[in-house]
């Protein structure tokens, strides 16, 4: 090959070269992630146990914060970990962190070793504590929580976050129906109250057949 041909040959592959499209930062990354969450998911399928949610709620939890880029969440209730591995793993693609709190110290140290092992664990602050002291300690502000722990202390969790709830923000309810309302028992309480407030949007998510409620602050009038 002559050097005008090799002119020619460099300028086509600088050509190609600016055509393609630059890599996105993080994206490989992100790919391997997901790649390893799915794989944990699947190989522990079927076997969570110890007041753990199912795999729909753990979908349904993962959509509300993808669809609200939320990225400051808290979890009262950890159990060993499943559905705060659906939370992390949706604020691994928004930029956000988890806190997770149980005061079980056997369950939060399943937890810990499962956050790791699904590869998240770097998306997840999680604390052995007693909720009813450090729920109230917690300084906030936060824009998704999720409230899976002692049923009837669920209206104090909610009172304690919600000056800390950002507007938009979402407090989510594991156990929790429409029907409990008046009942006087258990969350119902809670459920009670926050169908009450002008200012809380409270739908009931379909497909939980656990019963899940999603509560959204709106501006206060």
Not at 1 to 24: C, Y
Not at 81 to 106: M, N, P, Q
Not at 128 to 144: C, I, K, T
């Amino acid at each position: 090959m002559n050097a005008r041909s090799l002119v020619t040959a460099g300028l086509v592959l600088i050509l190609i070269a600016a055509a393609s499209p630059a890599p996105v930062p993080g994206a490989q990354d992100g790919q391997a992630l997901d790649r390893k969450v799915q794989a944990f998911l699947g190989e522990h399928a079927g076997r969570w146990r110890d007041m753990n949610v199912p795999e729909a709620d753990g979908k349904i939890l993962y959509d509300l914060i993808i669809k609200n880029k939320y990225t400051r969440a808290l979890e009262i209730g950890t159990s060993t970990g499943h559905s705060g591995i659906w939370i992390a793993w949706a604020l691994s693609k928004t930029g956000g962190r988890l806190i997770t709190v149980d005061i079980d110290e056997g369950r939060y140290r399943e937890a810990v070793a499962n956050f790791r092992e699904a590869g998240l664990d770097a998306f997840i602050d999680a604390r052995l504590a007693d909720a009813h002291e450090l729920v109230p300690d917690l300084s906030g502000p936060f824009d998704f929580v999720f409230c899976d722990a002692d049923k009837d202390w669920y209206k104090n969790y909610f009172v304690a976050v919600l000056p800390k709830l950002t507007v938009g923000g979402c407090f989510a309810a594991h156990n929790v129906s429409a029907r409990q309302r008046g009942r006087g028992w258990g969350s119902a309480g809670f459920v009670e109250h926050v169908l009450g407030l002008p200012f809380m949007e409270t739908t009931f998510a379909e497909g939980s057949w656990s019963g899940l409620s999603v509560s959204y602050k709106r501006a206060e009038k």
